[in-house]
């Protein structure tokens, strides 16, 4: 039943912040604690068991309520609940406006995450996952940001209903929908719905971490929204959850008979890494720029992937010390706007020199997302698949780090240029952000997740050759291009607001059909009315009421009967 | 048991006035008379689930004797139209207080229910399109309710364009006679149908179900009362078209091409309404183009033919009226309160009216298909029965229809009760009986995704009962 708890004990809690939320304002914090921490205990001693499994017949023959906790899924469910845990310390301790609903918000969050990632039947999965469309919307509104709650839910909305295509065709292929009954046979590319498929699975993962074209909510939500919002949900939730789902893809699809499904995956990175390297540099707030690296290191993530094609472990422990680092950076800007009163680069100058633990933590995640620690960007074989051969590849990635590198150099220097006066803050918050950037530092040294031993240092970077060169090229050129260039303006170039041009296009659209329904109801409607409205009028002016005229119609009706009945129309 | 479930509501209605002048409240009675329909469609659903046979028939000449016969899938039909139809008439007990017309709104509710539950168990066609068409006198009396020039002219375009499909589905029946030489659906089990005889039906059913091109008349009759738009046009009278498509086209054959037809045309349908509810302005239109929009889903499902298509068409009706009740529901107290039908004109509700915004988010969310309600499984089986060779475009039509679904309802939810408030609205939601009302149907909407089972459960014994499982 330990399986059940971090699922059902948040969800029980969530109830609870409900009902007593408003009429006792402590209660939110308390059940919050409750549920985080209960989930957490759930997570740990989940990794003391083997294999845990719970069945129950949802629904006959539809959706049967199967969880499974295995090594990935034990893995994401702890990183979760982990990530939950440190959040709720940050944010007992930080203004939040709404508290009933952001915690309500938190605690579904939280039991529906994990249950999307311990489901072992897409519909379940999706059912959890498309879920926490209620919990993001309620996030964003109890915030005050209503405009961007709607652009958030429709966003995500259709990128789920993409996931709800992707489910649909997954099973017609694979034939079930039973997660452990997929793996076992996994769909091909070619198959007749392999293809769609497995780009639909993949869209709707990406979708959910923010990836263009679904991003444009993030940097909106950055700005209206609180600092530990952001780090729960857009920064790591939705970026564990998305890694987790594409774990899941690989292990559904073979990929192995062809370039397709890498390409797809290149494909759909590079509108991030182009988009989110672009308006880094056009950032002049703090939470701009770290919301826009959400979009860029998901871009880079699946990036990766296509080239390497790694397995979900090795997917989930990347995705985990990003969300870190993320979540780190977005509390260190939550510190500096309680200290400074602003997260606007002009305004906060200096703001670091005087909160040295928040630098160093701040430092270490940008670090991390540059992959320059412990020289990660040399010796990262997550670049193998690019390794062997792939030039332009290479070449892509390597100038789209140079920029991401002279883009945190502009920001590190504007954070410590200047004098900003700041006052204290509580040390909680400095805990979170740094117990995240220690987690981000160890996770790209080269800790990974293992079920038996959390605690195995698994080293597995040091992979010296030829291309390492190109990473040290890399970290010089974008010195060199921070000093002659600061601020690279890309001319008058902004990347498309794809939200924008789909809702001008869906406006227009939306038009067209108003116009159809109307051109219908002309068609039934007033065509028919006028012209019955005409022919009354026309024979009721033909009833003259002299006798020739009625003798003349019935002549004429004689006729056509005779006509008729000679020619043998009847018949 | 089946003549009383239905002569009882119908000679009920005549009773509705004569009572009345006795001193007994219109109101009254008619709760009365739709809890023990419903208490009594229970009793037939459990029987049905059962086995227990309920058949009555009266032999006529020419084979057009009344037969009616209760299976799993009537007795399914006829408790959520009870159902619903008791919440909305308790609803209209504290909604209806023209004392003119209260006696008359009444009768016509309740004969409405009798002729829509003749028609759920009717096996004979003649006799399902002579219910057919009571309903559409109902619907015609209810719809021009409030008697202002405008509204009679609504009422009159929705009695003639279901009339004319009627009467093309009449044409239907004539030709299924002399091709089968016979219109009893028990003895037309698995038999070939002409496909005019089937494009005859299907006309019918558009217009009463409102798709395209016949969907225009739905959108104009908001013009009546609020329970009657949830009645009539939510939750009971437009699923008349579905339910007898799911009835005659599960008995017959049918050529597969037709229904290929029918889901595209039921395709286009939904995008055409998703995209007006889009750009539309009036709470209640927006409503009923969701509704043409939701209906083309049913149809999808249907048009399959499959067992998953059926179990997905007729779940999709029960959680679709639940949740579409409920927002047609909710449309009447906000407009109540606001006195206006226009969404830029409100705002801020939320804070004045919470139960009312509570029942409608739930509705809205049940609708658009996002867990953890109900609507999802709904949405999810009709997509997944809908997953067959030649659908494929089809398939995509409806995915975009979705996604305008979550568009236009959480524009309206925004409009209506977030945002600047454009008045200063007093506080409180409404009467109890109407709050009572929505706040059911929205934890309806809620607990059915939870007991999901049993609704899925008996339909798919109703579809092994009907021979496609």
Known sequence: MTILVPVLLPLICAAGVLVFGKKYPLSNKFFTFIGAVGALGAAVALFAQDFQMFYMNWCEGVLPFSLTAGTFEKTVVAALCFFAFIILLYAAKSKIENEKWFYFSFLFTLSFACGAAMADNLLLMLFFWEGLLVSLYIFIVSAGAQSTAFKAFIINAVGDIALLAGVVLTAAAAGSFEISIIKTGPVQLTDSYGAWAFLLMCAGALAKAGAVPFHSWIPDAAEKTNSAFMAYLPAAFEKILAVFLLGRIMTFFNLSGGSLGANIFICLAIPSIIVAVVMLFKQKDLKGFIAYNIILQIGLLAFEQGASLGGAAELVSHGIYKAAALSSMFLCAGIIEAAAGSTALDKIGGSLKKMKFTAVCFIISCAVLCKVTLLDIIFSNTYAGLYSGNTVGIIFIALAHIFILAAFFKVIAALFKGNTQVKPVPVMLNFSAGVFAVLALLFSAGWVFDARNLFVLEHAHFNFNWVSGVGIAVILAAVALHIKWPSPSFGDFTPPDFYQAARTASLAVSTGLFKTDRFFDFIIDVMPTTVIKRFSKKGSAMHTGLSISYILWALIGALVFAVLSLSGGWV | ?469
């Open chain 2, 1 to 469: 048991m089946l003549l009383t479930i239905i002569l009882g509501p119908i000679l009920g209605a005549f009773a509705v006035p004569l009572l009345s002048k006795l001193g007994f409240k219109p109101a009254h009675i008619a709760v009365a008379l739709g809890a023990v329909v419903f208490l009594l469609s229970v009793y037939l659903l459990t029987a049905a689930g059962n086995g227990t046979a309920f058949v009555w028939r009266f032999e006529m000449p020419l084979g057009f004797g009344p037969h009616f016969e209760l299976d799993m899938l009537s007795g399914f039909m006829a408790c959520c139209v009870s159902f619903l139809s008791l919440i909305i008439i308790f609803y209209s007990t504290g909604y209806i207080h023209d004392a003119d017309y209260e006696t008359e709104y009444y009768t016509f509710v309740i004969l409405f229910l009798g002729s829509m539950l003749g028609l759920v168990f009717s096996f004979n066609l003649i006799w399902t399109f002579v219910f057919w068409e009571v309903t559409a006198v109902c619907s015609w009396k209810l719809v021009g309710f409030f008697r202002k020039d405008a509204d009679k002219k609504k009422a009159v375009k929705t009695f003639l364009i279901t009339v004319f499909g009627a009467l093309f589905m009449l044409m239907g029946i004539i030709a299924v006679y002399f091709s089968n030489g016979t219109v009893d659906l028990s003895l037309l089990k698995g038999a070939h149908v002409p496909a005019i005889a089937c494009l005859l039906f299907i006309i019918g059913m558009f217009s009463k179900s409102a798709i395209l091109p016949f969907s225009t008349w739905l959108p104009d009759a908001g013009v009546a009362p609020s329970p009657v738009t949830a009645l009539l046009h939510a939750a009971v009278l437009v699923k008349i078209g579905v339910y007898v498509f799911a009835r005659v086209f599960y008995t017959i054959h049918c050529d597969p091409a037709l229904m290929q037809g029918v889901a595209f045309v039921a395709g286009l349908s939904s995008l055409v309404a998703g995209g007006a509810a889009i750009r539309e302005t009036n709470i209640k239109r927006i409503i009923a183009y969701s509704t043409i929009s939701q209906l083309g889903f049913i149809f999808l499902a249907l048009s399959t033919g499959s067992a998953a298509g059926l179990i997905a068409g007729m779940l999709f009706i029960m959680i679709h009226g639940i949740a579409k009740g409920g927002l047609f529901l909710c449309a009447g107290i906000i407009e109540h309160k606001t006195h206006t039908k226009d969404i830029t004109m409100m705002g801020g509700l939320w804070k004045v009216m919470p139960w009312t915004g509570t029942a409608f988010a739930l509705c809205a969310l049940s609708v658009a298909g996002i867990p953890p309600l109900s609507g999802f499984f709904s949405k999810f089986m009709v997509f997944k029965s809908a997953l067959i060779p030649g659908y494929g475009f089809i398939f995509f039509m409806f995915l975009v229809a979705a996604c305008f679904t979550a568009v236009y309802l959480l524009r309206t939810f925004h409009l209506v009760f977030l945002g600047a408030p454009q008045h200063e609205w007093a506080a409180g939601d409404g009467s109890f009986q109407t709050v009572f009302s929505v706040t059911l149907l929205g934890v309806m909407a809620l607990a059915a995704a939870f007991l999901i089972s049993f609704p899925v459960g008996y339909l798919v014994r109703a579809a092994a009962q009907m021979g496609v499982l």
